[in-house]
């Protein structure tokens, strides 16, 4: 997929001459003059970025042209221009130019201020889609209270890890029986905590790979769980202690974290239905849109 933060403003109309329409989005023009700016001029290009930046103009016509005509949302040039100086408040201009340094970058003037354009306008659009799709529903806030807690609770975790179902299921049956948990890690472990009683220590369950971070939230603490398969193998697990708030503690921390995330899917998804059905005629000799890979295809030869 594309991150998308779109821009108004970039698609120029066509003119005469000596300046011609390399394609056409929707029935508005893409000038050559519009692709070389972003490379600072076609002498100074890289063999193959003169699609890529017709491909990125294509992208910015189709959903800045639909973010105009569905939501009347186009770029505030003063947010824009707020970026654009924020960027270059971060370079290093002690002894060269502004210019020299976005180059460093693989910017000039005008990627940049494209790039800010893009950044500006997703925002705006994002925060309508998510605004437009209405209140979050419980479902989306006890999804987002769990991620909340994948990231920021706090687990101390005991393993033995085995390479099949049959081991694991061998190790679970002894440790039931009474064997220590510490000592059939020891003699069946196959990583490097076998010998420190599977120790693992505390951290947030991200720190693991899916499977077991979902266990590390799922497991009853104090009790052993499992056999839980990884692509590692096949882990017993137990859960010491687990630090991590009430969803009453942090609802308004959650729910707003799931509008963020919804308007960033929703604008994806929108964007993606935009791309598909745009109507793009790219000039043959600069190559053909693909709408699925979201790309110019160069010509061949």
Known sequence: MISLALAAGL????????DPTVAEVNGQAILLSDVEDLSGGAASAPEGEFTQNLGFLIVIGIISGAAQDQFGIAVDPDAVQAEVDQFISTLDTTDRTVD???AEQNL????LRAQAELFVL?????ERLATD????????IEQGYRAYLTANANVCTRHIL???LEEAEAARQ??????EFGDVAAEVGQDGTAQENGELGCSPPSQYVGPFADATLDAPVGELFGPVQTEFGYHLIIVDSREAPALDEIRDTVVAQVEANRGTTLLNDWALAELQAAEVVVEAEYGTWDPVAIQVVPPEG
Do not use: H, K, Y
């Open 133 to 140: 799709a209405g209140a979050v529903s419980e479902s989306e």
């Open 174 to 179: 002894r440790i039931d029986q009474g064997e």
């Open 122 to 126: 997703s925002g705006d659009l994002s």
């Open 11 to 18: 698609v120029a109309s066509a003119c005469a001459g000596s």
């Open 108 to 111: 000039n003037q005008a990627r």
């Open 100 to 102: 020299d340094a976005l």
């Open 162 to 164: 085995v390479p099949t």
